[in-house]
């Protein structure tokens, strides 16, 4: 059982440069996240997907634009990279079903670095 | 989403039982206090969670006050390794879809 997975772990992208951060997971869950981490900072929501086929901005989410391509992918793309965007990107997934453990628990991705120069 | 606040950071010893703090004054009838950590460079890991009454888990225990302004993790017998960024995070039942919004949290550190 895989979880989330993120590609690339590491990329730089010089500025004004696009690239598109991938995450798949394979736990059926309703809902995705995309977070970035700064260093020495907690976690700060992008854009969220409640479900599939809606996406909706989280706390920071100018620069970038998300799909939610089908249930297991939702992806994070950068139009134009910025050297304001060099972080660590998590993606994170959670079912929206059910009061127990199960339906509480977000599952993070190992997390993307990406590096804008 | 009711906002919490945390201490920056704590130290333990190693073998001692750790209690890391959480302010939520704002808390409302319906939100629960969430508590996930996150090992150096890896993403955030879900811990317990709590509506009114005391909690324990294979990980932790989470004690919350009656009037439910305040709780405290517990980790009863720190190792090395449960040094992490804890965050303590209020918002609505189980089940729901609204986003989840993680604070700064502590820093622990179990010293040797």
């Known amino acids: 059982n895989a979880g989330v997975t993120q590609t690339p772990k590491f990329q730089v992208l010089k500025t004004g440069q696009s690239m598109t951060l991938q995450c798949a997971q394979d736990?059926?869950?309703?809902?995705m996240y995309w977070y970035r981490q700064d260093p020495g900072m907690g976690l700060r929501l992008i854009y969220y997907?409640?479900?599939?086929?809606?996406?909706d901005k989280g706390e920071v989410p100018n620069g970038y634009n998300v799909s939610r391509l089908n249930k297991r992918e939702f992806s994070l793309r950068l139009e134009s990279a910025a050297p304001s965007q060099t972080s660590v990107y998590f993606c994170?997934?959670?079912?929206?079903?059910?009061?127990?453990?199960?339906?509480?628990?977000?599952?993070f991705g190992e997390g993307s670095w990406l590096t804008v120069v | 989403d009711a906002k919490t606040t945390q201490p920056p950071s704590m130290d333990c010893a190693e073998g001692r039982a750790a209690n890391l703090p959480c302010n939520h004054s704002?808390?409302?009838?319906?939100?629960?206090v969430y508590w996930y950590r996150q090992i150096h460079s890896q993403g955030p890991q879900y811990i317990i969670h709590?509506?009114?009454n005391n909690e324990t888990n294979e990980m932790a225990s989470l004690i919350i006050t009656e009037d439910r302004k305040s709780s405290t993790l517990i980790l009863p017998h720190a190792t090395l390794r449960d040094t992490a960024v804890y965050y303590c995070?209020?918002?609505?039942?189980?089940?729901?879809?609204?986003?989840?919004?993680f604070g700064s949290g502590t820093q622990l550190t179990v010293l040797p």
């Open positions: 994170a997934s959670r079912q929206t079903s059910g009061t127990g453990h199960s339906g509480n628990t977000i599952y």
């Open positions: 736990m059926n869950h309703n809902s």
């Open positions: 997907s409640a479900s599939e086929g809606t996406t």
């Open positions: 704002t808390i409302s009838g319906n939100e629960y």
């Open positions: 709590g509506l009114k």
């Open positions: 995070i209020v918002r609505g039942p189980p089940g729901s879809a609204r986003q989840l919004t």
